[in-house]
């Protein structure tokens, strides 16, 4: 809190009173504080991936060229980490266009069926992979809703990634949607992983917030892909929550106004 004082003068009457202003300056300092971590890990995150392109071609130009085995598996490091860049830089122009509303929503009516069980169709080799389980429930009477279909397919495909990286074998995912009040749908996406630690629960939707940074670096992740979900949905005019327990599962669950007047919801 910052207090200014600032007195009143009136021509031959001196002090005749005071103007004290409080400004909350605590918000604005969050959003400071908030904006310079996010520069740092952005460059962190880029930095990391350099470090390793760089020494490796080093190596390559210190005689690792004229061994065609080792050649390859360095390029092989190399085309990882300059994916993993490109990956990065996608989800940044990703949030940085949502962050400035300059993301247009394309929506049309979908069918939420459809659409769910087109998500558990794309995963099914990965699922069958780990011999993960997975079922769609849609609760009666939800048919087609407008929505935009590819940025709704990023959300679902993170939840859903997310739910078959941090599953152990042979478990369960399902996803469902139902009717959450009279012009809201809700989707979930629910696992019986690893789970996340109560501590960690609170800043999960947090930029580059990661329970356990090397995993999700060695899974391909980037730390990004809950806040850009959760910006789509703000986009959608809904919100996303997410809940789970240490070594029971996650749930994350996110909703999609439809509104009532000419709307798709039937
Ligand atoms: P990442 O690219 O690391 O997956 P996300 O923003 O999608 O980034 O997720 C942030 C972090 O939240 C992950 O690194 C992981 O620690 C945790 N997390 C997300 N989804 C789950 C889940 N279904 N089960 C357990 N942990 C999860």
Not at 92 to 114: C, G, M, N, V, Y
Not at 201 to 210: A, K, Q, S, V, W
Not at 232 to 249: C, D, P, R, Y
């Amino acid at each position: 809190m910052r207090v200014m004082f600032s007195t009143i003068h009136r021509r031959g009457e001196g002090v005749t009173g005071t103007i004290v202003v409080l400004q909350d300056v605590t918000e604005q300092e969050k959003l400071e504080q908030s904006r310079r971590e996010f520069v740092a890990n952005v460059s962190h995150e880029l930095r990391t991936p350099l470090t390793t392109i760089k020494s490796y071609v080093e190596a390559l130009d210190d005689g690792a060229l004229e061994e065609p085995q080792l050649a390859n598996r360095f390029v092989g490091v190399i085309r990882n980490e300059t994916e993993r860049m490109i990956r990065l830089v996608t989800d940044l122009l990703h949030l940085s266009r949502l962050d400035s509303k300059q993301a247009i929503l394309r929506k049309k009516p979908t069918s939420i069926e459809e659409m769910l069980e087109e998500v558990k169709d794309r995963f099914s080799f990965q699922m069958k992979q780990k011999r993960i389980k997975s079922n769609v429930r849609i609760e009666k009477g939800i048919h087609t809703i407008q929505l935009d279909r590819d940025q709704i397919d990023q959300v679902l495909d993170n939840l859903v990634s997310n739910a078959i990286k941090y599953t152990q074998e042979g478990d369960l995912i399902e996803l469902e949607a139902y009717k959450d009040g009279p012009d809201r749908i809700a989707i979930s996406v629910k696992d019986t992983g690893i789970g996340i630690p109560k501590k960690d629960i609170d800043r999960i939707f947090d930029r580059f917030y990661r329970v356990d940074k090397a995993r999700s670096r060695s899974m391909g992740g980037t730390g990004l892909g809950l806040s850009i979900a959760r910006e789509i949905v703000k986009a959608h005019g809904g919100t996303m929550q997410l809940e789970s327990e240490l070594n029971v599962g996650t749930k994350v669950t996110f909703t999609i106004y439809t509104p009532q007047e000419g709307s798709e919801a039937q």
